[in-house]
């Protein structure tokens, strides 16, 4: 049976008596929890993202305006002016002719509110950021690492700025797919970095737990995967293939189409096939992790990510298939929001085995 030494690990903010004073229990609880919230906020912001996608709000703002743009049209030539822009590009043209200013106000707020919710995430990083720097309740080497994220923030936002300018595009109706898909990467990455700092915050040494490290390839093998199902899904979001589910057409149903491979970006037939593959060998990978930790006696810790990781997976599974066939567009968005928990999990566990020895 493997030992399960963690005898240097420490729990969560319960450190032998810190060298420095920023990183005493308290601070760092008090660090931890705004990251969490961070990253709490990040994923709203998938929430907020997913929905205005599907509600093809995206392009209804055609200026990129970071600073002033914090406020919505604040009268009636305003909101004029800024319709007659939107009159202008090919999707007014093409899906909303002689729409009025009810439906542009109805197209403008998700895109709004995505864009201010950005907004105030950098100042939810930058203002607590620059207090517990000056109060020194922040450990030193974590004050260029947040800045760092706080600019990559920002190029977040500006990728988004140029996904949507994708859509303006002549005969273009909505954005790039390969934009949406490194939009909602940039999104995954920050996601990750922020989540993975809040732990490691929280348990700053790791766990050596013996015999555990064949189940932290493993996992870190399974999260590559999910990754893949993942960037598979984008793709899916970018053509809007929940629209193309088609027993008739065979689209959707798990056969392989006709020329597979070809069309891998384009063809929603092959499009939906590979998200669906790769979600069935991601879920089987993660699945396979749960059963191991189950069928040895895993640290309570590590079990416990695990099954919240196998818990996750089978629920976005059954969202997948269940959007896909109801062809309710709110479903993709609760399966995109649940993407992002399910990664969290995965993280979680590769955190805890991180210290993991053979
Ligand atoms: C491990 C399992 C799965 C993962 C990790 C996963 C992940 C994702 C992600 C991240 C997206 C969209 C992201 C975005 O563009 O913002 C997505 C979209 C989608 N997925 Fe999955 N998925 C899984 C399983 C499935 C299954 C089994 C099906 C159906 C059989 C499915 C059907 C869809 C559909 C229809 C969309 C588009 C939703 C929309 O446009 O809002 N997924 N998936």
Redesign the pocket.
Known sequence: MPSQSASQASQPFDAAPPANAAASPANRRLVAGWLFLLAFMIWVM?GI??YT??SGSGLSIMRWEPIIGVLPPMSQSAWAKLFALYKTIPQYQILHPGMGLHGFKQLFWPEYFHRLWGRLMGVVLLLPLVVFAITGRIEKRLVPWLVLLFFLGGLQGLIGWLMVSSGFDPDSTAVAPGW??LH?FGAMFLFSAVLWTAFTVTAPEPARYAGFKGLRGHSIGSFVM?LL??L???????I???AD?SVAKQI?T?QPPAGWPAGLFTNPATV?FD??G???L??FA?LAITVRVLRREAPPPVRDAALLAGGL?VL??V???T???SGK?D???V??MN??L??GAMLLLIHRLRGATR
């Open positions: 998938v993202g997913g996608r599907d949406l898909s909602f999910l199902a993942m598979g899904g984008t793709i899916v979001s970018g809007h293939g929940i589910f959707g798990g939906i998200h669906q790769l979600a069935v991601a879920s993660i997976v976005q599974f969202l997948g298939v959007a896909l066939v567009i479903l993709g968005v399966h995109q993407a992002v399910l990664m």
